[in-house]
T-cell receptor
Framework: EPEVTQTPSHQVTQMGQEVILRCVPISNHLYFYWYRQILGQKVEFLVS????????KSEIFDDQFSVERPDGSNFTLKIRSTKLEDSAMYFCASRDRGAGANVLTFGAGSRLTVL | DAKTTQPNSMESNEEEPVHLPCNHS???????IHWYRQLPSQGPEYVIHGLTSNVNNRMASLAIAEDRKSSTLILHRATLRDAAVYYC????????????????FGKGTKLSVKP
């Protein structure tokens, strides 16, 4: 079964450092998402991306965050200057359109620990 | 998207059926009812969705009340692997084909399965 792949599975960084989390969505999917989940809390929407641009973002997704689809397969989330409160699991998701539009497929997540 | 209400937690015995309720009294006519689950240390996973009629798939069944103000996810024979947080989410069908279509997660129901 096709899957969304995320790397790294765990990253530890110092406060103020830049972090890039990588995702390989399902190959024929057109819509891409980043979510995060702070330990013990809800899964929160960060941003959606379609046709090489951001289509929607939450208030969490401030100027410190950016997303990019640098080539035909990768979808990245960059945090420019990490803060302690950025420590969380970050989930990438993708979906198709048409008949497959109702299902988001999530990756296993990248755990970010900011010290 | 309209709001849903679920119990915080439920317990079940292995190999017995489980009925997970969800109330959505403010559902609109174009809202689909989606269920996702999140196994421990994993990303969310699609379970099932429906609009008006009851639905079955290999994972579960979805029973939708006639007035659509509530629904029930049914796991026919719970296994230990079904222990997860189950999320009931409403999504407007008009968002499907659009560039958004993101899911908004609540707290869900934490299902424990006893051997």
């Amino acid at each position: 079964e096709p899957e969304v792949t995320q790397t790294p599975s765990h990253q530890v960084t110092q406060m103020g450092q830049e972090v890039i989390l990588r995702c390989v969505p399902i190959s024929n999917h057109l819509y891409f998402y980043w979510y995060r989940q702070i330990l013990g809390q809800k899964v929160e929407f960060l941003v959606s991306f379609y046709n090489n641009e951001i289509s929607e973002k939450s208030e969490i997704f401030d100027d410190q965050f950016s997303v990019e689809r640098p080539d035909g397969s990768n979808f990245t989330l960059k945090i420019r200057s990490t803060k302690l409160e950025d420590s969380a699991m970050y989930f990438c998701a993708s979906r198709d359109r048409g008949a497959g539009a109702n299902v988001l497929t999530f990756g296993a997540g990248s755990r970010l620990t900011v010290l | 998207d309209a709001k849903t209400t679920q119990p915080n937690s439920m317990e079940s015995n292995e190999e017995e059926p489980v009925h997970l309720p969800c109330n959505h009294s403010t559902i609109s006519g174009t809202d689909y009812i989606h269920w996702y689950r999140q196994l421990p240390s994993q990303g969310p996973e699609y379970v099932i969705h429906g609009l008006t009629s009851n639905v079955n798939n290999r994972m579960a069944s979805l029973a939708i009340a006639e007035d659509r103000k509530s629904s029930t996810l049914i796991l026919h024979r719970a296994t230990l692997r079904d222990a997860a947080v189950y999320y009931c989410i409403l999504r407007d069908v008009w968002n499907y084909g659009g560039s958004q279509g993101n899911l908004i997660f609540g707290k869900g129901t934490k299902l424990s399965v006893k051997p």
